[in-house]
Every structure is written in C-alpha cells, then in structure tokens.
C-alpha cells in the first residue's frame, strides 16, 4: 500500500472514528437526559406534524392537553380516567392528576408517588428529562391547567424509567471514559502504524548512507513495502552497487596505474643498468681488445633498439589506452589483405624455415571494415611472438578463415612451445610474460598482446587465445562481417 493511500485511510479512520464515538455518547447522553431515545422526535424540525413522527404516549399526553382545553370536567370524570388505562397500559405508563396540591387521581402503578415530590404548578415544559421521584426515576410529562373555579390542575404522564436510568448513570462515566479511551487510542495506535511504516524504513535508507559516508560500500539494503519509500530504498540500493562497481573500476585503473609505472621503471632500468655496465667496462679498459670493444659496442646499441621498441609500444600503448590514436576505417577484403600480407613476409619466413598454410576457400571473399595499418600491427605483434617463441626444428604457421553471416574469424595457429594453462587468462594484460618467457633471452616489453587486443576492440571485435603447452598456440580474431547481400559467403 503506498504511503499516499496510508496516509489517506488513517486521516479517514482519525475522522470516522471520532464520530462514531460521539455518536454512542451522544445517544447515552440523550438517555441520560431525556429518559428515552424516542424522545428525540421532539427536536426534529418535522416535529409539528406530530401525526407522522411523534411517539404514541406523546400523542396520548397531547390528546390529554387538548380535553383539558375543550373539556376539562370530563377529563376530571372518574368514567372517562377508568376508560384511559388500556392505553396508558398500552404504552406503559401512569397517569396523575393533582388538584389544588391534593392528589385527584392516580393509576396503581403510582401508589408510592407523593404529591409534594411532584414538580409544582407552574413549571411545565415542552419536554422534561428523567425526574427523580421518591426511590424512583420517571420519565415524565407535565400539562397545568386552570379549571373554571380558578382550581390549579397538573396533570403528569409518566413512565417508570429507573432500571435504564440506573444503567445509564451508573455505566455513562464509565462509557464515557471508554469512548475518549478508545479515541486516543485510535489516534495514538493509527500514529504509531503510519508513522512505524515511513520511520523504519527512513532509519534503514540513514543507516545505509551512513556506512556509504564511511566509505563502506558492502553494506546492502533491501526493500520491504512496494511504497514510495520502497521505490526509494530500491534506487539507493541501485545507487550503492552503481558506486560500489565505479570504485572497484577506479581501483583497477589504480592498481594498473601503478603496475605499469613499476614494470616501466622496471623494463627501462634493466637496459639502462647493462648499458652503464658496458660503457664502464670500455671506459675502465676491461674491453681492451677490438673485439671486446665491437661486442661490447654491439651489446649497448641492441639495449637502446630494446629500449627504443620499448618507449614506442608505450607510446602506443598509452595513446591507445587514452583513446588518442584516429582510426581509418576502410571495407577491405581480408582474404586478399592477408594474402598480401603474408607475401611480404614470405622471405622472412623461408628465412627463419617456417611453414606457412593457408586453409580457406581460394575463390571466397571475406569482407570487415578495418583500419590497414593498425590490422598490420596486430598481425605483427601475433607473428612476431610465434616466430620469437617457436622452438621446434620444422616450424609451422596455419591461417584459417571462415564466416558466419555476423563475423569474419581470422585464425593464426603455431606448433611453438605453447603457454601454461594457468598464464592464459593474464596473457592479454599489460606488460604480462608468462614464466617462462622471462627466464628465457626472447625480450619483450609484454605489451605486444595488449596492444593488439585494444586495437581488435577498437574494431569492435574480439580475440582469444587457445594454448597446449608443447604442442602450439592459436590466437583468433573475430571481426563484424562487412559482407554486403549477394556477395559471397563461404
Ligand atoms: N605464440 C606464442 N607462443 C608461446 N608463448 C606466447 C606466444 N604468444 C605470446 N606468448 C606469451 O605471452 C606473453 C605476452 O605476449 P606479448 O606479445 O604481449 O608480450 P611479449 O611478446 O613478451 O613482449 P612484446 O610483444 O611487447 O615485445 C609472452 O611473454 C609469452 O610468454
Ligand atoms: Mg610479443
């Protein structure tokens, strides 16, 4: 239930309420004062129509008054007051009539009514409350008249109303006291439900915001009601694992910030720390032959080509990694880029006793959008490791190629030493070397493969390698299929 209807219900049960308990003591009231609930007839404002709305004994005492009026002897007649208690019993009431002070006439039921405990001449209202009579409470109505002689005549209807009377008096302060008790109750319990409902919800969101201000991120919420405040704890909840995951990423970038400065300081030292060597070896004349000096020479500028391929990987890497290098995409045929490719580097690979295969369709055509240069760059940096890290006498190198109607997988396959099943998942990682790459004289800065997995990126592909340790290495490329309809797929 939202917190609008609630809020809505417990105003409606705070006015409903209250009403009805005045109600109930409004009626106990009338009791109390009027003797009887049908005594409210008189107040209605259709009450002049007496016909309709009033009760039997008021139509009885009105009949009374209007013989007083019209006929006032024989209303006095023993005859006619005989001939009335049929009705008088019928709406279960006495009759009295006090002449001069003197009693004139009563019913039995009135045995025990003095004359000196009724009400005087002379005050005779519309309507009277209960009158306590003697040990008795009556309801009573009371009609005075003047007969011809000047005689003063009071004439009382009334009704035995002690046994209500007394319950009413007796229970009314206790009705009474339960009906404010309830009151305040209905208000104090609908306060403390409405208010329970939004405050310990509130409390959680505040809790929550404070372990977030202490920088705990781990500490979740979740929501109990559909309401507002249930909308609410849930985009906070939403807004806590949105943070959590931009802090863990900015630890990540951290982490890596401060992994690549310590492997460059690194990779950059150690060039350095041999170069300072060998030129102190010349200076100091330990290279005291020419041919120490060629060595040494030869063994420095090989240090400063390593540092040299190093800064510009880096360089490369750092622009790739900010996004700063513009790239020229262009539809091209990679079959025939390939078969290009590969051409050029034919001699090299003749040179070097490596086998090349092709394996796809000759008269196929595969097309992706691509950028030239950069491709080459990825293709070098796959074919540069194969051939650095081949260690069998017949070596091998398979490219397949195949389609599907989204991507073009490029697949480069080597018979070299493999990589530790446990190096894998880290093999695309900045500056990583598997194990045993380090400990072997192969050099390399372990950015070749990070580049060439963020230029792929940069093309919305894909790549992944595959390893057997002593059995070969296969990196493949997935790239969109720019295939137009109706060109060939195979
Ligand atoms: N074809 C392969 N055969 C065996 N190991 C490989 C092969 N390709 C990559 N590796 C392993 O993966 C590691 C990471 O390769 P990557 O090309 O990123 O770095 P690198 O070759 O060490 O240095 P760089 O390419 O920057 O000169 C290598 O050090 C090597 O251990
Ligand atoms: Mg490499």
Known sequence: MSIKLRLILSNIAMITVPIILFMITSFLLMIVFLGDIREMANFLPESHNYHKT???????????????????????????????KSELSSIDSGLMIRKNDEIFYRTEDLEKVRAEELPVFGTERSFRSLEKIGEQTFAMKQHDFYLQDGSEVSLFLMRDASPWNQFVRTFFPILFGLCLLILIATNGLLAYFVSKSIIKPINQLKKASYFIKAGDLEHSI??????????????????????????????????????????????????????????????????????????????????????????????????????????EFERIDIKDYLTDYFEELSFDLRKQNVGLHFQFAPQGHYYVSADREKFK?????????????????????????????KNVEISITDNGPGIPEESIPFIFNQFYRAEQSRNKLTGGSGLGLSIAKMIIEEHNGEIKLESTLNVGTNITICLPNDTCAGETIL
Not at 379 to 395: F, G, H, R
Request: aromatic share 8%; charged share 30%; hydrophobic share 35%.
């Open 377 to 405: 760059r990825v293709l070098a940096n796959i074919i540069n490791n194969s051939l650095k890290y081949m260690d069998k006498d017949k070596k091998e190198l398979i490219i397949t190629m195949h389609s599907t109607d």
């Open 54 to 84: 009033k009760q039997e004994d008021t139509l009885f005492f009105l009949e009374l008054k209007e013989k007083s009026a019209v006929n006032p002897v024989e209303l006095l007649s023993k005859e006619y007051l005989e001939s009335l």
């Open 222 to 327: 979740t929501a109990v009601r559909n309401d507002e405040i249930g909308q609410l704890t849930q985009a906070f909840e939403e807004m806590r694992l949105q943070l959590k995951q931009s802090h863990e990423i900015q630890k990540q970038y951290e982490d890596n910030r401060k992994e690549l400065i310590a492997h460059i300081s690194h990779d950059l030292k150690t060039p350095i720390t041999s170069i300072k060597g060998y030129i102190e070896g010349i200076r100091d004349g330990v290279a005291d032959t020419p041919e120490k000096r060629t060595r040494y020479i030869q063994t420095i500028y090989t240090k400063a080509v390593d540092m040299d391929h190093l800064i510009d990987e880096l360089f490369l890497f750092s622009k790739l990694d900010l996004g700063k290098i513009p790239f």
